[in-house]
T-cell receptor, first 113, second 113 residues
Framework: GEDVEQSLFLSVREGDSSVINCTYT??????LYWYKQEPGAGLQLLTY?????DMKQDQRLTVLLNKKDKHLSLRIADTQTGDSAIYFCAESQENTGFQKLVFGTGTRLLVSP | DTGVSQDPRHKITKRGQNVTFRCDPISEHNRLYWYRQTLGQGPEFLTY????????KSRLLSDRFSAERPKGSFSTLEIQRTEQGDSAMYLC???????????FGPGTRLTVT
């Protein structure tokens, strides 16, 4: 089945670290993604991780993947007010040569000064 | 700005009217996807093009929906006899082949009154 789950809301103070969690169901997913969506806008690709990796770091972003538990997390270091947005986790389902992304419902991150 | 453009950005229409949306991909991206996002949800896959060929359609794409990509560049999504349940954000994403990154446009927000 296709089901990607995320907690709905996270509130942090500026300068703190934020950790957004996601669980997915398709053990055959080869890539897992994090996208950011600001109000009224499209989705911005933040980072992605290949399923044979445990961790990926990209500047302030750290992605951790626990394939056994099908758990993905995104850590944002030194969170800024500009990081306030909705963050979507997505798994890719490889179907006959193309990638269908299955998204979670999104986690709304609110960063207060 | 990802380089993927969509037009119009907003569309308000009366129930029963036909609407058409356009997506212009990043040049050389021969994979193109349409997704639909309803309020409070993540995007859901609608259809996929490889060049001009439509290779996959979701069950969400009823007979009232049709998509084309006539020359393998821009794509159009048409909804006939719109219903209030069609109100959503319609997102286009493009991808290089081979490649693992889908880049999204800003979306077209459709409101059916």
């Amino acid at each position: 089945g296709e089901d990607v789950e995320q907690s709905l809301f996270l509130s942090v103070r500026e300068g703190d670290s934020s950790v957004i969690n996601c669980t997915y169901t398709d053990s055959s997913s080869t890539y897992l993604y994090w996208y950011k969506q600001e109000p009224g806008a499209g989705l911005q690709l933040l980072t992605y991780i290949f399923s044979n990796m445990d961790m990926k770091q990209d500047q302030r972003l750290t992605v951790l993947l626990n394939k056994k538990d099908k758990h993905l997390s995104l850590r944002i270091a030194d969170t800024q007010t500009g990081d306030s947005a909705i963050y979507f986790c997505a798994e890719s389902q490889e179907n006959t040569g193309f990638q269908k992304l299955v998204f979670g419902t999104g986690t709304r991150l609110l960063v207060s000064p | 700005d990802t380089g993927v453009s969509q037009d119009p950005r907003h569309k308000i229409t009366k129930r029963g009217q036909n609407v058409t949306f356009r997506c212009d991909p990043i040049s050389e991206h021969n994979r193109l996807y349409w997704y639909r996002q309803t309020l409070g949800q993540g995007p859901e896959f609608l259809t996929y093009f490889q060049n001009e060929a439509q290779l996959e359609k979701s069950r969400l794409l009823s007979d009232r929906f049709s998509a084309e990509r006539p020359k393998g560049s821009f794509s159009t999504l048409e909804i006939q006899r719109t219903e209030q349940g069609d109100s959503a954000m319609y997102l286009c994403a493009t991808q290089r082949n081979p490649g693992y990154e889908q880049y999204f446009g800003p979306g077209t927000r459709l409101t059916v009154t």
